[in-house]
């Protein structure tokens, strides 16, 4: 089992950047791929980005390619998201998750409790 925990949300103008971490507990969390996910008031979760198990794949929503970075460290048990040129349309309150199987897909089994990013135009 993992229990994932997230950080480093807040309030930032378009244009800025934050970089969201998550923190991962157990032993075994190089096993799992990791992803991050946002939802926005009123609009369903979607998927944001993905990270393989050894961080040799990463897939990017064609809305954040360019301009997010995802990346882990799983001697330190983390997976980070780098947001860069932020827009107000990025608002919304992300979500680290990790499957064993899961990658391009919203099919994560653990899921962390969302940290708050809102971009202020």
């Known amino acids: 089992q993992v229990q994932l925990v997230e950080s480093g949300g807040g309030l930032v103008q378009a244009g800025g950047s934050l970089r969201l971490s998550c923190a991962a507990s157990?032993?075994?969390?190089?096993?799992?791929?990791t992803g991050w996910f946002r939802q926005a008031p009123g609009k369903e979760r979607e998927f944001v980005a993905c990270?393989?198990?050894?961080?040799?794949?990463?897939y990017y929503a064609d809305s954040v390619k360019g301009r997010f970075t995802i990346s882990r460290d799983n001697a330190k048990n983390m997976v980070y998201l780098e947001m860069n040129s932020l827009k107000p349309e990025d608002t919304a309150v992300y979500y680290c998750?990790?499957?064993?199987?899961?990658?391009?897909?919203?099919?994560?089994?653990?899921w962390g409790q969302g940290t708050q990013v809102t971009v202020s135009s």
């Open positions: 990270i393989s198990r050894t961080g040799a794949g990463t």
């Open positions: 157990g032993r075994t969390f190089s096993t799992y791929n």
């Open positions: 998750a990790a499957d064993p199987r899961a990658f391009r897909s919203m099919a994560y089994q653990y």
